[in-house]
């Protein structure tokens, strides 16, 4: 299946709270999406492997994500080498994407900025023809490279160079953030047995809503999210920019 646009993360969640309403906002303009977790995150302090995988799969039923992988690299210590490009190279052409979102260049989480590097040079590998990759089904993969990436913002701030107004979707957006359950902040995770941590209070929901809120006040919108470049924007026409 060709997507339009497929986000990276090197989490599951990542792109749930990085970017989702931009997805959810040309799904509405019917464009293909679909998000590619790295890691199974079993580092993390709360919940298991499969309870996240469990979770990734609500997350994209509430999203109708047309498609969702698990790369299955490790979480914490996968690494910006030729393995994991191939990787990565390989979901790209298998989904030919114009657009490719990842993770923010630098940020709190090591794995972000290093998940961030890797995708962003898989993406011009992909497009390298004496880079041989195959295909589920044993043929060799065509090359192909995306005509634009961008990296969401996450827990750090970057001065966005472009932002997307996700006013209506904000509500949905809110919804695949809490298909997490074992992740983040609900009533019912008031009673469970597991630790705190710096993503499970309510005071991070709020953070993330104020995010948005900041970025979809700067553009005249309420909600919004931020991207930064790694080349400038071109457009045909100025109108295209309003």
């Not at 698990?70 to 210590?77: I, K, P, T």
């Not at 090359?143 to 001065?159: E, G, L, M, N, S």
């Not at 710096?198 to 995010?211: C, T, V």
Request: charged share 25%; hydrophobic share 40%; proline share 5%.
């Amino acid at each position: 299946m060709k997507l339009d646009i497929l986000a990276f993360a090197s989490h599951p969640d990542d792109a749930e709270l990085g970017c989702v309403g931009t997805l959810l906002a040309h799904k509405a303009q019917g464009k293909k999406i679909g998000i590619i977790d790295l890691t199974r995150g079993e580092l993390g302090t709360r919940g298991t492997p499969e309870t996240r995988a469990q979770e990734a799969a609500a997350a994209a039923a509430v999203l109708q994500l047309d498609a969702r992988e698990n790369l299955g690299m490790a979480d914490g210590f996968f690494r910006n080498d030729e393995e994991h490009q191939r990787k990565v190279i390989q979901a790209i052409r298998k989904y030919q994407p114009e657009i490719v979102l990842m993770n923010a260049v630098q940020d709190r989480h090591p794995d972000h900025g290093r998940g961030s590097q890797l995708v962003s040079e898989s993406c011009f590998f992909s497009g390298l023809r004496q880079i041989k990759t195959l295909a589920a089904d044993g043929e060799e993969q065509q090359p192909w490279r995306p005509k634009a990436v961008y990296h969401y913002i996450q827990d750090r701030f970057i001065t966005p160079d472009l932002i997307v107004d996700i006013t209506p979707y904000w509500e949905q957006k809110v919804e695949a953030i809490r298909a997490f359950k074992s992740q983040f902040f609900t009533p019912a995770s008031e009673n469970t047995s597991e630790p705190a941590t710096y993503i499970s209070s309510p005071e991070f929901m709020r953070f993330i809503e104020a995010r948005a809120l900041e970025f979809g006040h700067a553009i005249g919108a309420v909600y919004g999210e931020g991207f930064t470049k790694e080349r400038y924007i071109g457009v045909k026409n100025l109108f295209d920019l309003m």
